[in-house]
């Protein structure tokens, strides 16, 4: 039967089988239904006075900045088999320094102060991102328990910082950050484009994405070929550290407050969530940012339609769970499986396990 | 080699501990049980919910501040861990244990709690509630509940909505997370004044009580209606600000376009009133450490008192108001 199967055919079939091909779907449905309420969903318009592009799209996009900043991290820690529960709380951490130095600088337009509050902030997601590797790599720990720790302590420490109290800050330069626009695109877009793509060459133009790969996959064969499994982890919880510390300027910037109980609150699930989607097992070994960022392009989708609908708050949950148990089950081979099988059930053939290279 | 790798195991895990003491310390933070307290002082064991936000730190600072020695008192105050219940079942397990005169219960849930107020009753340890309430609402577990009505705080948003558009308009409300006892009052009190006037509602969505999420939410709300809202309803302060911010970047102007009303009356919030961005705030008040004063007094006098004593609360309708109000904010 395969082979007689013509050339669009296959490709259509290729496509089925990408990992993130449903989630693309899902996209386009919610965007769908959306349309549906509202036929004008979809329009993107110039406001006049700024030249600045106003839209649904626009606000989807840029509510996945911080989602894409955190999942991408989570991506690269997931694929050496591990997982950072951290990333929530490192957000808090780091958007607690930047509003707590903000405050203290007292500079509404310096850009200085913005620039140093970033730094700061992502400094301290790279020290908590390192404990995290200290924790898993050199220790050894369970990277489940070594994040949770920094999950659980993450926010205490935020809120050591803050005294407990959510803390706003007036700085321009760093609001613009989140809600300014360059060349009529919004800057956290931008932002966000570029540092994923910025990983996405370096993981992928060389050699490092393989090798955590490797590690994920096969730790013992890693370390006879000759792969620095510590070293590595260690970058790869660095970089998810780093992001979420990015994630926490997007998320306190856009409102210039720090919410200590609620800033980054339960994101890391968010980020799973993004990264599952996007086809990238838990097991690790294998990672997929491509789809990763259509994982996180799902959920903000999600999160927007929910509210475009006026989907009681009640039902929210529900009706988000719904789309992503049924887009779980699309991917899942077995389902996919089961359901041919109904179709053809004279043709079906078990489907040959590859073996890795 | 060895020694090295040896050397950085035990660095780590004495980071891994340093780690876990700060977390322990954050739990206990603010602890105030030095002990020691005179036979002639009353303990008070204050059950309370900790770090929440500006509301809460006023509250439980309050209750802190009035519960003094001088006052004739010792007070030990056991803040939640994270919100977390069974940490607050655990303080007031003890408390009962130790024999504390009096417990001060603020629950972070409302349901759970009959077996330890039994078993507080039977040790005939008074038990007030201060802010939050229990479910089921059983009065013979507690001596008495000691909170602002949030059904009438937020009637008086609703009233004064009715007043500012006698031709009617639409209305959002931004909600507190689904299913809390505080967002159910809340609703109750605007929803019984407002329906079936002229005013109308586009819906309601939780943002959690977050500035972030409340602004996310809202700026999704404006397009969805072509920025056809007249009046927001947002649960708390918090929520209030991120609407402001939602509705400024939509090109509207807060306050003219859109009219957003708030509960809780912290400072942030009447600050951005005397900026005419807020147009009402309706105060939740927290500083109630005097009454429950004079009720633990009369109850360790073997006086009776109310079941429920209401806290009396202020609105303000104008940015003159805020301005007056704003120098002598305590919270």
Not at chain 1, 226 to 254: D, E, H, N, P, Q
Not at chain 2, 64 to 84: H, I, R, S, V, W
Not at chain 2, 262 to 280: R, V
Request: proline residues 4%; hydrophobic residues 50%; negative net charge.
């Amino acid at each position: 039967m395969t082979e007689t199967q013509s050339a669009p055919a296959r490709t259509a079939a290729r496509l089925l089988r990408t990992p993130y091909f449903w989630g693309i779907v899902a996209i386009a449905l919610l965007l769908l239904v959306n349309v549906l309420r509202d036929p004008g969903y979809l329009a993107i318009t110039v406001n006049p006075a700024n030249g600045n592009l106003v839209g649904n799209l626009v606000d989807i996009l840029r509510a996945a900045a911080p989602i894409l900043m955190i999942a991408v991290g989570m991506c690269l820690v997931i694929a050496t088999g591990g997982i950072d529960l951290s990333v929530g709380s490192i957000m808090v951490v780091s958007g607690a320094v930047a509003m707590e130095f903000l405050n203290a600088a007292a500079a509404p337009d310096s850009v200085l102060a913005a620039l140093a509050a970033f730094l700061l902030a992502v400094a301290f997601g790279a020290i908590l991102g390192a404990v995290n590797g200290i924790l898993v790599s050199v220790v050894g720990l369970q990277p489940f328990i070594s994040t949770l720790v920094i999950l659980l302590a993450g926010r205490g420490l935020a809120k050591v910082i803050t005294e407990g109290q959510n803390t706003a800050a007036s700085n321009e330069p760093f609001r613009w950050i989140a809600n300014g626009y360059l060349v009529g695109l919004p800057v956290v877009l931008l932002f966000a484009v570029l540092i994923v793509i910025a990983v996405g060459l370096l993981v992928r133009r060389s050699a490092l994405g393989l090798m955590i790969e490797a590690i994920g996959m096969d730790p013992k064969a890693a370390r006879l070929a000759g792969i620095k499994r510590r070293s590595l982890l260690m970058t790869v919880y660095i970089a998810s550290g780093i992001l979420a510390g990015i994630a926490g300027v997007f998320a306190t910037a856009s409102v210039m407050t720090v919410d200590v109980s609620r800033t980054g609150y339960q994101l890391e699930l968010d980020a799973i969530l993004a990264v599952v989607i996007g086809g990238t097992s838990l097991a690790g070994g294998k990672f997929n940012l491509g789809g990763t960022v259509v994982g996180a392009l799902l959920i903000a989708t999600l999160d927007k339609t929910v509210v475009f609908l006026g989907i009681s708050s009640s039902a929210t949950p529900a009706f988000k769970a719904i789309v992503i148990v049924v887009l779980c089950l699309l991917q899942s081979e077995r389902v996919r499986q089961l359901f041919r099988q109904r179709r053809a059930p004279g043709t079906f053939v078990p489907s040959k396990e590859t073996i890795p290279a | 080699m060895s020694v090295h790798s040896r050397f950085a195991k035990t660095a780590a895990l004495a980071m891994a501990g340093m780690l876990t003491l700060g977390l322990a310390s954050c739990a206990s933070g603010g602890g105030d049980d030095a002990g020691g307290g005179g036979d002639d002082l009353t303990t008070v064991g204050f059950v309370a919910v900790g770090p929440e936000g500006a509301w809460r730190q006023a509250n439980e600072a309050n209750i802190q501040d009035t519960f003094t020695t001088d006052a004739g008192f010792e007070l030990k105050y056991a803040p939640a861990t994270n919100l977390d219940q069974k940490s607050q079942i655990d303080a007031f397990t003890s408390f009962v244990d130790e024999g504390v005169d009096v417990i001060l219960l603020s629950a972070t849930e409302g349901s759970g709690w009959e077996d330890s107020l039994e078993r507080a009753q039977e040790a005939e340890i008074p038990v007030i509630l201060i802010d939050r309430g229990i479910e089921p609402d059983d009065t013979d577990l507690y001596v008495t509940r000691i909170a602002p009505d949030n059904i009438s705080v937020s009637e008086s948003v609703a009233e004064w909505a009715l007043e500012q558009f006698p031709d009617g308009g639409n209305y959002f409300t931004l909600e507190g997370p689904a299913g809390v006892s505080v967002v159910n009052e809340r609703n109750e009190g605007f929803t019984s004044v407002v329906d079936g006037t002229s005013l109308s509602s586009l819906g309601a969505q939780t943002a959690n009580w977050s500035t972030e999420e409340a602004k996310s939410v809202f700026e999704t709300v404006l397009k969805s209606n072509n920025n056809d809202v007249q009046f927001v309803f947002a649960q708390n302060d918090e929520m209030g600000l991120g609407a402001i911010q939602a509705v400024e970047e939509a090109g509207l102007v807060p306050g003219v376009d859109v009219k957003i009303a708030t509960i809780d009356g912290t400072q942030g919030a009447l600050e951005a009133l005397a900026e005419g961005k807020l147009s009402f705030v309706a105060e939740y008040n927290p500083l109630f450490g005097e009454t429950a004063l004079e009720v633990v007094n009369s109850v360790l006098d073997g006086d009776e008192v109310e079941s429920y004593i209401v806290v009396p609360s202020e609105t303000f309708d104008s940015p003159e108001a805020a301005s007056t109000a704003l120098p002598t904010r305590e919270f």
